[in-house]
């Protein structure tokens, strides 16, 4: 399958913080050397420690960091993420807390709203409102709230529905079910998975959660220090760790190859 979006050589960098706030003593490297490819309906997930980059590289593929190099394309042509607002309608962010993207004076039909008469398309205004509720799984009664009277789920849906207004070829998840409970998550994961599989819609899924990335993402990339340790199909990557720090990490997640471990060390802790 062709790529949608495609990094080759990429590095990022955040200014250097110094005493002054006036003065910039230079560039801190985050991001060194990301190359990698993604599919239409592909789900790749980005793992690794805190501090590792993901959030920056998800960033750097829309241009909110401020100073990159390296080889950006989207559908084989390059793009520099810098200068991308031809590319906003085809390449959505969404992040892990809903709250503050949403603007809180704004239901959540006029935040809808707002995004439908930016990008038009022929169809009317509440065919594609009415649409994108269904997808998103939003209620009708949802739509004269403000944020704070929706739950963190319903408005991480609202955010979802909100990108799916544009309708992109490419979403990027930035820790975006971290802050929901495990039903919730669940139903939003399946959300994503049905709109990779019946829309082709590619996701890039950034992750601290391995349980999530198992039974959710097609692909892994697994990064540490700015730099991708290894990547592959989730399967093999799970199955088979090359990586020193993939194998670390995956003897950290809780119920997996320490199950019996913690029974023994915790023998009335059933439930
Ligand atoms: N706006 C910024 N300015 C300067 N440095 C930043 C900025 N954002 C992130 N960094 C630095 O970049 C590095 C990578 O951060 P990033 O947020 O990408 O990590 P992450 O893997 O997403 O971590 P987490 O799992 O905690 O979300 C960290 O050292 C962080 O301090
Ligand atoms: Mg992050």
């Not at 944020?147 to 799916?164: F, W």
């Not at 892994?220 to 720090?245: C, H, R, W």
Request: glycine share 6%; hydrophobic share 40%.
């Amino acid at each position: 399958m062709p790529s949608v979006v495609s990094l080759q050589g990429v590095s990022a960098y955040y200014p250097t913080s110094s005493d002054s706030f006036f003065v910039q003593s230079g560039w801190t490297r985050i991001l060194e050397d990301i190359s990698f490819q993604l599919s239409a309906g592909e789900i790749l997930s980005i793992v690794g420690e805190s501090g590792s980059g993901k959030s920056t590289l998800g960033k750097s593929i829309v241009g909110l960091v401020p100073k990159i190099s390296g080889t950006f394309a989207f559908r084989s042509k390059t793009y520099n993420p810098l200068d991308m607002d031809h590319l906003r309608e085809h390449i959505q962010i969404i992040f892990q807390d809903p709250y503050s993207s949403m603007n809180p004076m704004m239901t959540v039909s006029e935040t809808l709203e707002e995004v439908i008469r930016l990008y038009p398309k022929t169809e009317e205004l509440n065919t594609r409102m009415s649409r994108l509720l269904d997808r998103a799984n939003i209620p009708k009664d949802a739509l004269t709230k403000y944020p704070h009277e929706l739950s963190g789920g319903q408005r991480q849906r609202v955010c979802i529905a909100r990108s799916l207004a544009v309708e992109p070829e490419v979403l990027i998840c930035d820790e975006i079910v971290s802050a929901l409970d495990v039903s919730v998550q669940a139903k939003i994961l399946n959300l994503l998975k049905d709109l990779a599989e019946q829309k082709s819609i590619a996701i890039l899924f950034t992750t601290h959660d391995l349980h999530v990335v198992e039974s959710f993402a097609d692909n892994v990339l697994v990064m540490t220090k700015g730099k991708i340790a290894e990547s592959g199909s989730v399967e093999d990557i799970f199955q088979n760790p090359a990586n020193d720090y993939t194998k670390s990490l995956l003897e950290a997640v809780p119920g997996k190859n320490h199950a019996k471990e913690s029974e023994i060390l915790m023998p009335s802790s059933s439930s």
